[in-house]
């Protein structure tokens, strides 16, 4: 009967880390935002804050994200990289700055789509 008491005991104290370090983990993951809109065929789609960017040879993203307010980048290929804009407000303002600088190849927002039912 002790030992059913020890083990309990060890899995509840087991289970209380997990989820403490499962709640800190959160506090570190970035949080995302999301504004549906209404695209040009009247298709529900949701602007995120982050976005895509690929920039040509050569360029860096270090010197774009000081630029352009870019913040938890991550590169996704050879080139290509996610990033997150802190103001979803200027999702659109940011993409089209990047469009027009010499450095990037091509840039769009990360939209996400609701899933469709069969």
């Known amino acids: 009967m002790r030992s059913v008491s020890v083990i309990l005991a060890l899995l509840l104290a087991a289970s209380g880390c997990a989820a403490q370090q499962t709640d800190d983990q959160s506090a570190l993951q970035p949080k995302e935002q999301i504004r549906f809109i209404k695209d040009r065929n009247g298709r529900k789609v949701g602007l995120t804050n982050r976005l895509i960017v690929r920039l040509k040879d050569g360029s860096s993203i ?57």
């Open 62 to 118: 270090e010197e774009l994200a000081q630029k352009y307010g870019l913040k938890n980048i991550r590169k996704i290929a050879n080139g290509i990289y996610v990033a997150e804009v802190d103001d979803i407000d200027r999702m659109l303002e940011v993409v089209q700055q990047l469009k027009k600088d010499p450095a990037v190849k091509y840039a769009h927002p990360d939209y996400v789509r609701e899933r469709m039912r069969r």
